[in-house]
């Protein structure tokens, strides 16, 4: 016998059947044909695959006889000598034939290694039908995120803002907090958009009004002492308590600047306050701010006072006493003045009819209107104040003398020079020389008439500087042109001329807290606010009351008015001298708009 | 009579012994949702929150906050999911619930942006919530539709048998290539070894396997038998023919099967990560807004 060839199978349930062929031949051959003493049911395997044969010196040589490699100890080979008693293992297909000597002979142990299907494989059922090991873990896969958000969106911007603490100024470059940026600043506040801790300087501090005051230290200033604001606005109602309850707990102070200057709201200009931060506290602020003087306010058209203009309480002086007082009460103002309205807008009459005369020379109507008079401020806001060379001399002359074709005219607004230069006139001129004075006389009869012509003249003549003292009276006093416009002081003592001129104050705004532009009603006539046409006494005070505001202007929501109106139409909350942030960004608006076309047909 | 009917109606009404997550008690869970959903969108437009919506007015953080805490009870559910209990608040409720809340979610959570979206990590958490629904929605659809398709598929097999019938065919296939020359081995030999849990996932989702051995195996016998005579008798190929066509059958139901159930979890595979994502970026979007007060 010279080889013994052992196949070992094993059955499904993992026990081994040995089974033991010996074969005696000098040569036998391996393959998947039956035919072969090493049969391998293998279809890795050829039909005739190799040949295993026996030399003389006891070795082996196998030979592929097919072509197909096999393999010596997992070395692929086309033909091997093996010293059976060294041992090898050789693989064929999934199958390994391990060469050893026993008693003698040699010996093929012959194996299957490999399933036979790669279905026949061990598998997990469990996981087998599910998508496990195709697609990167859930669980993996989740902290992966979570990490990876968490560094972008969370520990990169800190380390942003702790790097830059207290720098002045960053660099203009990508900063990792501005990923935290709700939305575009607003256009003013555009070139911080990279620089969050120009406004956001302590980590978990709102933003506070000290940020703010670094750069608007001039146009910021309060709308009222902070303490009595936050009274006026009263404590949070309803839902507004969770807002109130989120801000105190996350400690963000009420009644600061950011309050009503929400930013991150996008680019473009920041919104125009809402009438709803104005009637937060206006509307029944008395109940809550007892010892204002201030009435409730909550729309123009449902909740507003009546107009409490400042009336001059009297005239004179560089910042004359004035007092705000209701137009319900029918406030007058004497500001030094006379002047009947109605008598000048009188389409009848002496002024009319000098009107007309001079109506070549002036440019006046059929009548005078208030145009002739009173002369729009450069913006067109309010009105110059009246001026007596420009406004009224036109009519009211101050004319005395005239001298080669020149009129002389009294100095108006200087007294002294007024008599002054009559006293010079009645100095320096004689009277009326009568016309039998002189040769060409016509004769009457009887010589005393000339005597006495000539003596009266003579007493005259030596009076006529006196005569100055009357006139001055008379300018001032009733009938004179003075005495015409204004009051006038008497004399200091009996027999002496110094009249003085009263103090004149014209009111050029009445309202400093809302605004008005004449300008915006420009297509309205004066008389349907002003009723002048009727005015009898200069006092009268020919402002408007809310009532004549309301036949075109009704509150925010009451669309069917003709000009629904915020508060912030007239008013500011950080007032200044000039027209409210609203206006004026209308009027930038209408700028920027093209004019308009007509359409072509 | 027509009581009596009434009574057998609702009597059966009770005792019906099932039905899905989505209709669980009535959808009752829908309507409740549907009721946050509803109240949510009225209070929005009737509540004035000046100067105008967002997300950091006192309505912007209520809705912050109950968008936040049901994110958190929703996440839930993959701690809950691993006790199955039976009552009203079984397994099935809180599925039920999770489905119909996480759908107010897009309600809450569009309403709490305030509609102001943009390039930042606040809107990078909505986006998140907003995978973490949709991909959720596909869950639905695929668990709504898919178990229908897979038993019809499997034909009363189970996955057990359905991996015990290739190996059975397998064996078949190797007894019958035996008596085979080589090169005819060797296409056989391809269909044994190529795996068919294999391929990966574009494969598994698609369903196409366009290198599948055994196809290619089948085909290439028969293009070259096409013209060949039958020889009559027992030719060995005959039996490998009919049995690679059984084998392609079958893997042709295994890989749809394969196909269907991949569906049914691959949108966990998003749904799942995204909402790990979620909870991230939520944490940033919360401490960020509080850090830059």
């Known amino acids: 016998m010279t080889f013994i060839v052992r196949q070992i199978a094993t059955t499904a349930d993992g026990r081994e059947i040995v089974r033991s062929n010996p074969f005696d031949s000098d040569q036998i051959g391996i393959g998947r044909s039956t035919e072969n003493a090493i049969h391998l049911p293998d279809l890795a395997v050829n039909p005739d695959h190799a040949t295993i044969s026996k030399r003389e010196d006891g070795h082996i040589v196998v030979e592929s006889t097919s072509g197909q490699n096999f393999t010596l100890d997992g070395k692929q080979r086309v033909s091997v000598t093996i010293d059976p008693a060294d041992g090898a293992e050789l693989g064929f297909g999934g199958h390994v034939i391990v060469v050893g000597e026993e008693e003698g002979q040699i010996l093929f142990t012959v194996k299957r290694v490999e399933a036979l299907s790669d279905s026949a494989e061990d598998r997990s059922e469990s996981t087998l039908y599910t998508l496990e090991g195709l697609l990167p873990g859930k669980r993996m896969s989740a902290w992966g995120f979570v990490a990876l958000v968490l560094a972008a969106f969370l520990i990169w911007p800190i380390y942003t803002w702790a790097t830059y603490r207290g720098v002045e100024e960053r660099p203009d470059q990508f900063h990792a907090d501005t990923m935290w940026s709700s939305g575009a600043l607003s256009q003013a506040h555009h070139s911080l958009e990279g620089d969050c801790q120009a406004c956001h300087v302590d980590a978990f501090v709102t933003v506070t009004d000290k940020t703010c005051l670094t750069c608007h230290e001039d146009d910021a200033h309060d709308h009222a002492k902070p303490n009595r604001l936050l009274t006026a606005r009263g404590g949070p109602e309803g839902f507004e308590k969770i807002g109130a309850a989120f801000a105190s707990a996350f400690n963000k102070p009420p009644g600061r600047c950011v309050e009503c200057h929400t930013e991150h709201e996008g680019a473009g200009a920041m919104e125009p306050t809402a009438q709803k931060f104005c009637a937060d506290c206006h509307e029944g602020m008395d109940g809550r701010l007892t010892d204002t003087k201030l009435e409730n306010a909550s729309d123009f058209g449902l909740e507003h006072p009546q107009f409490r203009p400042a009336v001059l309480q009297k005239p004179g002086g560089k910042n004359p006493p004035r007092k705000r007082i209701s137009l319900d009460e029918k406030p007058t103002e004497y500001n030094g003045l006379k002047f009947p309205h109605d008598m000048h807008l009188s389409k009848t009459g002496g002024v009319a009819q000098m009107g007309r005369r001079l109506s070549a020379k002036y440019d006046f109507g059929p009548s005078l209107v208030c145009k002739d008079c009173h002369t729009p401020d450069p913006k067109g806001v309010r009105f110059e104040p009246v001026d007596m060379q420009e406004d009224c001399s036109m009519c009211h002359s101050l004319a005395f003398d005239e001298i080669g074709g020149t009129i002389r005219t009294l100095r108006h607004g200087e007294p002294d020079m007024v008599r002054a230069d009559l006293r010079a006139y009645y100095r320096s001129t004689r009277p009326t020389r009568p016309i039998n004075l002189g040769g060409m006389k016509r004769r009457r009869p009887g010589g005393n008439n000339d005597v006495r012509v000539a003596s009266d003249y003579a007493r005259a003549v030596q009076f006529r500087p006196s005569r100055a003292n009357l006139a001055i009276s008379e300018v001032f006093s009733r009938g004179g042109a003075c005495f015409d416009c204004h009051g006038v002081t008497p004399p200091t003592a009996r027999g002496r001329v110094d009249f003085g001129i009263k103090p004149v104050t014209q009111t050029d705004r009445y309202m400093h807290k809302g605004w008005f532009s004449h300008e915006a009603h420009n297509d309205e006539d004066c008389t349907s606010c002003h009723t002048a046409d009727t005015s009898k006494d200069a006092r009268d005070l020919l402002l408007p009351g809310i009532k004549t505001c309301r036949e075109c202007h009704g509150g925010e929501f009451q669309a069917t008015s003709d000009v629904p109106s915020t508060c912030a139409m007239c008013h500011d909350y950080h007032a200044d001298e000039g027209a409210p942030w609203l206006m004026k960004e209308q009027q930038k608006d209408k700028r920027k708009k093209p004019d308009k076309k007509i359409a072509q047909r | ?293």
């Open chain 2, 1 to 293: 009579m027509a009581s009596n009917a009434v009574a057998s109606q609702t009597g059966r009404k009770k005792v019906a012994m099932h039905d899905g997550f989505l209709k669980h008690a009535g959808f009752r869970w829908l309507k409740i949702s549907s009721g946050i959903m509803l109240v949510c969108i009225i209070s929005y437009i009737f509540i004035d929150v000046s100067p105008r919506h967002n997300g950091g007015s006192w309505y912007g953080y209520t809705l912050g906050t109950i968008g936040a805490l049901l994110i958190l009870w929703l996440t839930m559910l993959g701690v809950r999911k691993r006790a199955m209990t039976s009552g009203s608040w079984s397994l099935k409720a809180w599925t039920s619930a999770h489905i119909y809340l996480g759908l107010s979610l897009i309600v809450i959570g569009t309403l709490h942006t305030g509609f102001q979206l943009g390039w930042n990590i606040h809107t990078a958490a909505y986006v998140f919530m907003m995978i973490v629904i949709i991909s959720g929605i596909f869950g639905i659809y695929f668990y709504a539709t898919i178990p229908d398709k897979l038993s019809d598929n499997r034909d009363e097999m189970t996955e057990t048998e359905m991996l015990e019938n290739l190996r059975s065919l397998d064996r078949q296939l190797h007894e019958s290539a035996q008596p085979l020359s080589a090169e005819h081995a060797t296409l056989v030999l391809q269909s044994l070894e190529q795996d068919p849990f294999g391929g990966g996932f574009m494969r598994r989702i698609s369903g196409r396997y366009p290198d599948c051995a055994t196809r290619i195996a089948q085909a290439d016998l028969r293009r070259e038998r096409a013209y060949q005579p039958k020889m009559g008798g027992d030719d060995p190929l005959d039996k490998v023919d009919a049995l690679l066509e059984k084998k392609e059958a079958t893997l042709a139901r295994v890989r749809r099967h394969l196909r269907l159930k991949a569906m049914l979890q691959v949108w966990l595979f998003i749904h799942v990560p995204m909402t790990f994502a979620l909870i991230g970026s939520l944490s940033a979007h919360i401490i960020s807004v509080f850090f830059y007060w």
